[in-house]
């Protein structure tokens, strides 16, 4: 028998059939199948259960930790958010509460408050562009008392990178190895400062009502008011019981029960300043080990996992690579990508290749007179390399829409998972034509 009993698509009562033609004495067969369909059925089957049992163990014991902080990223209009959606929330709160800044707050020479904010529907570059004109735009401001020419500028809104730099420490107090989220749309937000108003009066404590602006060429690409999204949650939790102290007599161990917690969703502990030895789930119970000796009133930021059925204008960009035995492998054992291959399946695991396509990779090539990538995880700035004196590692991707405005960011998500795996190299990412 070439095939193996536990293959895909072995029938065993099949085979045990054929073989029993194959006797030709008809008591023997009669034997033998009697014998077959009781002990050998029941074997195999035993057989198979714990063959799976064991598939599952290694799989499970292998399982990169990674793939349970999976970060989606969206943005929404703000007339079309859903405030009852459990899987996405707004990155900042603020957004959906509605509150008119005074005139006052607008024009603060230390900590000015934007009056509007805009969302650019353009490629890396051209954002880039947007941000570094420095242009001053005409528009009208209306408050109570009426409407008054005004003069408005633009900045990039750090806000929303601020919180995924917050993030990153979270993940790094909570002994979580960091993964880039792809944080296309963030770099595409924009917030509006009014410059001057004209006859506006000495009233400064006046509410702005709106404002209307025109951004020139760059109007038919903006839109006013989105909101970026993610699976993230902000929680409280106490502890459940007493802490119970750990063997060294340091350390205490509190305890969050399962019904306290969402079922399916996975916890980071939001208290940065609080030294974790240890943070885990253990049959549904949320374990956090740390010097605290009485109970806590723990912040936690719950990751909500992917919910399928909804659907979005905007597509949500995820952050984490499909799962597969072969990648969780290689992780458990921080294998390196040596090969063109490797580095392709990298590129491809995560799923993006219906936006951009890994092509080639150059070494030592100069890239692109105009940068076409940036990097997403430009906030850390404690890495041991000089990026002076390393060689340039080229990355050669084609566009499956040359009109798709996120073409440059989505390369740029993957060239800075690149750079995570080279850092020997100054990685860099060009389109071709």
């Known amino acids: 028998m070439d095939e193996s009993v536990f293959g895909a698509g072995f029938d065993l009562q099949d085979y045990i059939h054929k073989r029993s033609l194959d006797i030709q004495d008809l008591r023997e067969r009669a034997l033998y199948r009697q014998v077959t369909d009781t002990l050998m059925v029941n074997l195999f089957q035993y057989l198979g259960d714990e063959q799976k049992k064991l598939e599952q163990r290694i799989l499970s014991e292998i399982q990169s ?3 349970e902080f999976t970060i989606h990223i969206g943005v929404t209009e703000p007339d079309l958010y859903d405030a009852s959606d ?3 929330t707004p990155i900042c709160p603020e957004d959906v509460e509605h509150v008119r800044p005074t005139l006052s707050d607008c024009l603060d020479q230390n900590e000015p408050v934007p009056v509007d904010r805009v969302f650019l529907r353009q490629n890396a570059q051209e954002a880039l562009k947007f941000e570094r004109e420095g242009a001053v735009y005409q528009g ?6 009426g409407a008054f ?3 408005f500028s633009i900045r990039r809104s750090r806000r929303y990178l601020k919180q995924v730099e917050r993030l990153y420490q979270v993940f790094h107090a909570n002994h979580i ?3 880039t989220v792809c944080s296309a749309y963030l770099y595409k937000m924009f917030d509006v400062y009014l410059v001057d108003a004209e006859g506006a009066g000495q009233d400064t404590g006046v509410e702005v009502q709106s404002v209307t602006v025109d951004f020139g060429a760059y109007e038919p690409f903006l839109h006013r008011g989105m909101i970026p999204l993610w699976n993230l949650e902000r929680v409280e939790v106490s502890t459940s019981m007493y802490p119970s102290p750990c063997a060294d007599h340091v350390h205490y161990e509190h305890r969050i029960f399962a ?3 969402s079922p399916g969703c996975s916890y980071l502990v939001a208290d940065v300043d609080r030294v974790l030895q240890n943070v885990r789930l253990v049959a549904g119970d949320m374990l956090i080990t740390c010097q605290e000796k009485g109970p806590v009133n723990w912040k936690l930021i719950q990751v909500n996992p992917s919910d399928r ?3 979005y204008a905007y597509p949500l960009l995820a952050n984490q690579p499909e799962e597969s035995f072969a990648s969780n492998l290689g992780a458990l054992y921080q294998q390196g990508v040596k090969t063109r291959g490797e580095l392709r399946r990298v590129i491809l695991s995560y799923g993006y290749d219906s936006v951009v396509s890994f092509q080639d990779v150059e070494l030592g090539a100069a890239g692109p007179a105009e940068a076409e990538t940036y990097d997403m995880d430009q906030f850390i700035t404690d890495e041991l390399r000089k990026r002076e004196t390393q060689e340039t590692m080229l990355l050669h991707f084609a566009a499956a829409d040359p009109g798709n405005f996120l073409n440059m960011d989505i390369m740029s998500f993957l060239v800075t998972k690149a750079q995570k795996l080279f850092p ?4 860099a990412g060009v389109l071709d034509a």
Not at 140 to 145: E, G, I, K, V, W
Not at 424 to 427: K, N, P, Q
């Open 65 to 67: 930790r990674e793939s």
């Open 309 to 311: 059925k909804l659907r």
């Open 424 to 427: 020997e190299y100054h990685c």
């Open 149 to 151: 020419p005004a003069t």
């Open 86 to 88: 459990r899987f996405l």
């Open 259 to 261: 019904h306290r917690l």
């Open 177 to 179: 190895p960091w993964s």
């Open 140 to 145: 009208t401001l209306t408050t109570q008392a």
